[in-house]
């Protein structure tokens, strides 16, 4: 009475072992070709770190161009003050060149007013001695020898009219003579002494001002000296980062096409595992039929048996579907390579994020997804809420790290709870996952052990 019930079962273990067996060749397919290398990658910190380098160099840079403009117009200003200078020296070696000439002049008038003076009163005194003996009765002595009265002639007024026209007349021009000698050497001793002191402070002035002017030269030298220096450094610097920058590029597209590539060996090895299910299941349900029939003549002959029925392999719980995951995270490796954006993304792609304070991160200018955008554009045939401690409970299956399917969500909490998880990526198989890890990075393959520490579990969407 037992045979025919295992005889039953022998059918479904054949179907199961040849599933085995077409998964197994699947695995050990020959022909395939090895993986090439990845090219560098380098790290964030080192892309970070060029970048502040690149940054701060140019800031250097900035502060030395303002630095030269400053002094360039400084310069400007010397220079002018040098001009200014030179002229007031050279008005003020004119002004002594003419004091000379006034006080030369001036000489020559003291000398011509000398022998004027000199003159008056040679004739002057001449002209009395002739008077009183040479005995000219002719004149005024000898008429006021002469005379009976001599007061009359003098009330007469006619000694009054010799002096007014000799000795008065001599004496006067001899103290004018006197005089304008005086004004003259004193005028000429004032104007050469003035203009003397007016131009020695003209020349220092000079001298200081062309002092000033090449010491700004020589700082303005040092300084283009220093910018240059820094120019140099900062082209280095820039070159330094490009080729970081060009590195991860390429370390991106090799992530993306191998990305493409196991995405369609996964979907051959989908594609023939779903055949070989095909086949397996025609096969047993061929064999269950058979058994049946069996079951049957034995029950026509009078044979018992507990109640049997033909084999169905299990299907997916909810919506869930091996396929459904594959696309999830297909469709999520779509866009590696993508920035990461705080609060971005949504079931139709990236969008702009938000800005924030944190780290000074302006994600507002940033289009792009962030971890919890990324699963509701990958999971985009379903509504997801957009956080990641809510979309931990988008499904009631809870895989292990060993039962992990591609599509399954992998969360990290700080406090081990489900209302601490602040992280959530997409399994892709392999041990890797895809998420966007972070403000200032793109959207990257990662192992799933390096993701960052406070695991905290999985989910399997619509079970």
């Given at each position: 009475?037992?045979?025919p019930?295992s005889g039953?079962?022998r059918p479904?273990?054949?179907a199961?072992l040849?599933?085995?067996v077409?998964?197994a060749?699947?695995?050990?397919a ?7 290398p990845?090219?560098v990658n ?7 770190a060029a970048?502040?380098?690149k940054i701060d ?8 161009s303002a630095?030269?403009a ?9 220079t002018?003050?040098?001009?200014l200078?030179?002229q007031?020296?050279?008005l ?7 004091a000379k000439i006034?006080a030369t002049q001036?000489?020559k008038n ?6 004027a003076?000199?003159?008056?009163q ?8 002739a008077s009183y003996t040479?005995?000219?009765v ?7 020898l002469?005379?009976?009265d001599p007061?009359?002639l003098l009330e007469?007024g ?7 026209s000799?000795q008065?007349?001599?004496i006067?021009n001899?103290e004018r003579a006197?005089v304008?000698?005086s004004?003259?050497d ?5 104007a050469?002494?003035?203009q ?7 020349d220092?002035?000079?001298?200081r001002?062309?002092?000033a ?5 020589r700082?303005?030298a040092?300084?283009?000296s220093?910018?240059?220096a820094?120019?140099?450094l900062?082209?280095q610097r ?8 060009n ?11 191998q990305?493409?590539?196991a995405a ?8 023939r595992?779903q ?7 025609a096969?047993?349900?061929a064999?269950a039929?058979a058994?049946?029939?069996a ?5 026509n ?6 109640g049997?029925?033909?084999?169905v392999p299990?299907?997916?719980t909810?919506n869930?579907t091996p396929a ?6 297909d469709?999520?490796?779509q866009?590696l ?5 705080f609060a ?7 969008t702009y994020?938000?800005?924030?304070n ?7 200018h940033v ?9 509701m554009?990958a999971?985009a045939q379903?509504p ?5 401690a809510?979309q931990?409970l ?8 060993s039962s992990?399917?591609?599509g399954?969500?992998v969360?990290w ?5 489900v209302?601490?998880i602040?992280?959530?990526a997409i399994?892709?198989g ?12 793109i ?5 799933l052990?390096q993701?960052?520490?406070g695991?905290y ?5 619509l079970?």
């Amino acid at each position: 009475m037992q045979q025919p019930r295992s005889g039953r079962r022998r059918p479904r273990a054949l179907a199961a072992l040849a599933i085995l067996v077409v998964f197994a060749s699947l695995l050990c397919a020959p022909g395939q070709a090895a993986a090439k290398p990845p090219p560098v990658n380098p790290t964030d910190n080192q892309i970070s770190a060029a970048q502040q380098r690149k940054i701060d160099t140019a800031n250097e840079v900035g502060r030395l161009s303002a630095q030269t403009a400053q002094m360039q117009t400084r310069l400007d200003r010397l220079t002018a003050d040098q001009q200014l200078a030179e002229q007031k020296l050279a008005l003020a070696l004119s002004r002594l060149a003419a004091a000379k000439i006034a006080a030369t002049q001036a000489l020559k008038n003291v000398t011509t007013a000398r022998k004027a003076a000199e003159k008056a009163q040679r004739d002057f005194v001449g002209y009395l001695q002739a008077s009183y003996t040479s005995g000219d009765v002719g004149g005024t002595t000898g008429t006021l020898l002469t005379a009976h009265d001599p007061n009359v002639l003098l009330e007469s007024g006619a000694l009054h009219d010799y002096q007014a026209s000799h000795q008065v007349s001599a004496i006067g021009n001899l103290e004018r003579a006197t005089v304008a000698r005086s004004n003259a050497d004193a005028a000429a001793r004032n104007a050469v002494a003035l203009q003397a002191a007016l131009t020695h402070a003209a020349d220092v002035a000079k001298d200081r001002a062309i002092a000033a002017l090449e010491a700004g030269k020589r700082q303005k030298a040092q300084l283009e000296s220093a910018l240059a220096a820094k120019r140099t450094l900062l082209h280095q610097r820039q070159l330094e980062l490009a080729t970081y920058n060009n590195q991860r590029a390429q370390f991106v597209a090799y992530q993306q096409e191998q990305a493409r590539i196991a995405a369609a060996r996964a979907a051959e090895l989908e594609r023939r595992r779903q055949e070989a299910i095909a086949a397996a299941a025609a096969r047993a349900a061929a064999a269950a039929a058979a058994a049946a029939a069996a079951d049957a003549a034995n029950s026509n002959d009078g044979g018992g048996g507990g109640g049997g029925g033909s084999y169905v392999p299990p299907g997916p719980t909810g919506n869930w579907t091996p396929a459904a995951g594959r696309r999830a995270a297909d469709r999520a490796l779509q866009w590696l390579g993508t920035p990461y954006s705080f609060a971005a993304g949504n079931a139709s792609g990236p969008t702009y994020g938000v800005c924030t304070n944190d780290a000074g991160f302006n994600d507002c200018h940033v289009f792009g997804f962030d971890c919890s955008g990324l699963v509701m554009y990958a999971w985009a045939q379903f509504p997801f809420v957009h956080f990641a401690a809510t979309q931990y409970l988008q499904g009631s299956v809870h895989p292990d790290v060993s039962s992990l399917m591609p599509g399954d969500l992998v969360f990290w909490s700080g406090d081990g709870t489900v209302n601490g998880i602040g992280h959530v990526a997409i399994y892709i198989g392999g041990g890797n996952v895809v998420q966007a890890p972070q403000s200032g990075d793109i959207v990257r393959i990662t192992p799933l052990d390096q993701v960052e520490s406070g695991y905290y579990g999985a989910t399997r969407p619509l079970t």
